[in-house]
C-alpha cells in the first residue's frame, strides 16, 4: 500500500492526459521532527527507506533520527556551505534516474534552511519536487499561540542588525497580520526590548519554547511584559516568537470594550459578544473574545 503511494506520486503524466507507467525520479522534501522523534511520519519513513540518497544539513545529527527508523540509505551532506557546489551534481543524479530525499537538521527543510537551490534547480529541469509534510516550529508554535491564525506572516530570523534589521522591526510592528519570527536564545531578550521601544509594547505576544520537547512552553503576554521577564531570566533552548498584528486604523479598542459592555449589560454571554464584535467591526477573534472574556 505504502510502495503503492510512493510509485503513484512518482508517475508522470503523458502529454494526453493519461498515466504512464513509468516511475520517474523525483526530488522529495522530507519534514522531520523538531524535538520529538515520535512526529516522524510514516510516510517520510517510508520515502527515506525508499531513495538512492538522502541529504542531509549534518549527517552526524540526521544519523541519530536515521537508526531510530531503520533506515539504511547513504546520506551525503548538503548545506549552505556546498549547496551551489553540490547542486548541479545532484541535478546529474537526478536526471540519471536516482530519486533523493532532502532533510533538514529539524523541522522542515527550506524554512530558514537549506534547499531553496536544490528546489529551484530541480523545478527548472521539470524533475518532480514532491513535499513530504510535517513538523515545522513555526506553525507549531503559532496554533497553539492562542493568537488570530487567519492571517500571518512568517518573518524568519530578523537580520542581525543595521538598516534592514531596522525596516525588518518598523514593518513587524507595522503588520495587521500575526508575525511568527525565529530567534535564537541569547538574543530573545533583545529583540523583544526592540519591539517595545519600536511601538509595539501593548501587543499580544508569546514565546514558545522547546516544542515537542520535555520542557516545552508558552510564555503569553504583552509584548513589553515578555520582554521584562526575559531581560532578567536567561533562556535556554530554542524559541519561536509569535507576536498578535497592529489593529486596522478603522479599530479602536476602546471603542471595542465599550461596545463589549454595553452588549453585556444587555445580557448577552461572553461567547455572543465575542462573535458580534466579530461580525460587526471585522475585529480579530482573539481580540474579540479577550474583551469579551474582559467585560
Ligand atoms: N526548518 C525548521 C522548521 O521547520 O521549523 C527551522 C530551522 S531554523 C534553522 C531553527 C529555528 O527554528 C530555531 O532557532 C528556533 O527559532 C526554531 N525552532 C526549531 N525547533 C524548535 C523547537 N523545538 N522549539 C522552538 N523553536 C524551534
Redesign the pocket.
Same mark, same amino acid.
Given at each position: 500500500m505504502v510502495s503503492l503511494l510512493l510509485f503513484q506520486t512518482c508517475r508522470r503524466r503523458s502529454p494526453e492526459g493519461d498515466m504512464s507507467d513509468r516511475t520517474i525520479p523525483c526530488l522529495y522534501i522530507v519534514?522531520t521532527p523538531? %524535538?520529538?522523534l515520535s512526529d516522524m511520519t510514516f510516510r517520510a519513513v517510508e520515502t527515506l527507506k525508499s531513495v538512492a540518497l538522502v541529504l542531509a544539513e549534518d549527517t552526524r545529527h540526521s544519523r541519530h533520527l536515521l537508526d531510530r527508523y531503520g533506515i539504511e540509505t547513504p546520506m551525503e551532506a548538503y548545506h549552505e556551505h556546498n549547496e551551489a557546489r553540490a547542486t548541479p551534481r545532484m541535478i546529474q543524479r537526478l536526471r540519471s534516474g536516482d530519486s533523493l530525499a532532502l532533510i533538514?537538521?529539524?523541522?522542515?527543510?527550506?524554512?530558514?534552511?537549506p534547499g531553496s537551490t536544490l528546489v529551484q534547480a530541480a523545478a527548472a529541469e521539470g524533475i518532480p519536487v514532491v513535499p513530504i509534510p510535517g513538523?515545522?516550529?513555526?506553525?507549531?508554535?503559532l496554533v497553539a499561540s492562542g493568537l488570530d491564525t487567519s492571517r500571518f506572516i512568517f518573518l %524568519?530570523?530578523l537580520p542581525r542588525k543595521g538598516r534592514e534589521r531596522r525596516e525588518a522591526l518598523d514593518s513587524l510592528i507595522a503588520a495587521e497580520e500575526t508575525c511568527v519570527?525565529?530567534?535564537?536564545?541569547a538574543r530573545l531578550a533583545e529583540t523583544l526590548a526592540e519591539l517595545v521601544k519600536g511601538g509595539g509594547e501593548g501587543r499580544d505576544a508569546v514565546v514558545?519554547?522547546?516544542?515537542?520537547?520535555e520542557f516545552?512552553e508558552f510564555r503569553r503576554g504583552t509584548v513589553e511584559e515578555l520582554a521584562r521577564y526575559y531581560s532578567d531570566t536567561p533562556v535556554r %533552548?530554542?524559541?519561536?516568537?509569535v507576536v498578535s498584528g497592529r489593529l486596522p486604523e478603522t479599530l479602536d479598542e476602546a471603542a471595542l470594550r465599550e461596545r463589549a459592555y454595553s452588549l453585556r449589560a444587555s445580557g448577552a454571554t461572553a461567547r455572543d459578544v465575542a462573535r458580534t464584535l466579530v461580525a460587526e467591526t471585522g475585529a480579530p477573534r482573539n481580540l474579540a473574545y479577550r474583551l469579551a472574556q474582559e467585560t
Open positions: 519534514s523538531i %524535538g520529538n533538514s537538521d529539524a523541522g522542515t527543510p527550506l524554512i530558514s534552511d513538523a515545522s516550529a513555526a506553525l507549531a508554535a %524568519g530570523f519570527l525565529y530567534e535564537a536564545p514558545a519554547r522547546e516544542l515537542t520537547k516545552e %533552548g530554542e524559541v519561536v516568537i
